[in-house]
């Protein structure tokens, strides 16, 4: 089995956003030669997170952001983390900050409708997505 580590850098513009990673992470995944495996995508960062869903409409990723805006005020009376950023911090557990995607014939086995994701809950900054692609 090989195993090859890659890494490459996002950059934000709002607070909150979902960023389409899906042609950086195939990239990744045709250059490294392996053909038949697995990727994980992985955001070694704690108010960011790593998702898979729709790309095709962009409603879609707005509409994630709005419900996780629901389900995680960015202002509680209860928050105790001295940075401001408790609802970042919560977002990033929530949505995970990894995905593992199955390679097929040197691709990502994704669905029609399925995009990578990096997803900001903290910005506007620059991150970093690591990719480890196993296999043969
Ligand atoms: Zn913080």
């Given at each position: 089995?090989?195993?090859?580590?890659?890494?490459?850098?996002?950059?934000?513009?709002?607070?909150?956003?979902?960023?389409?990673?899906?042609?950086?992470?195939?990239?990744?995944?045709?250059?490294s030669g392996?053909?038949?495996?697995?990727?994980?995508?992985?955001?070694p960062?704690?108010?960011?997170?790593?998702?898979?869903?729709?790309?095709?409409?962009?409603?879609?990723?707005?509409?994630?952001?709005?419900?996780?805006?629901?389900?995680?005020?960015?202002?509680?009376?209860?928050?105790?983390?001295?940075?401001?950023?408790?609802?970042?911090?919560?977002?990033?557990?929530v949505?995970?900050c990894?995905?593992?995607?199955?390679?097929?014939?040197?691709?990502?086995?994704?669905g029609?409708?399925?995009?990578?994701?990096?997803?900001e809950?903290d910005?506007?900054?620059?991150?970093?997505?690591?990719?480890?692609?196993r296999?043969?």
């Amino acid at each position: 089995m090989k195993i090859i580590q890659k890494d490459f850098r996002v950059s934000s513009r709002e607070r909150n956003q979902m960023i389409d990673i899906t042609s950086q992470v195939g990239s990744i995944v045709s250059k490294s030669g392996i053909t038949n495996g697995d990727a994980i995508v992985y955001c070694p960062h704690t108010t960011a997170a790593i998702t898979i869903n729709e790309n095709a409409d962009p409603s879609v990723p707005h509409d994630i952001l709005l419900t996780l805006a629901d389900l995680v005020p960015p202002h509680r009376p209860g928050y105790r983390h001295s940075e401001g950023n408790s609802d970042a911090h919560a977002k990033s557990s929530v949505v995970g900050c990894s995905r593992q995607i199955l390679v097929d014939n040197g691709a990502l086995n994704l669905g029609t409708w399925q995009g990578i994701f990096f997803c900001e809950f903290d910005g506007p900054r620059s991150r970093r997505v690591l990719v480890q692609i196993r296999g043969e």
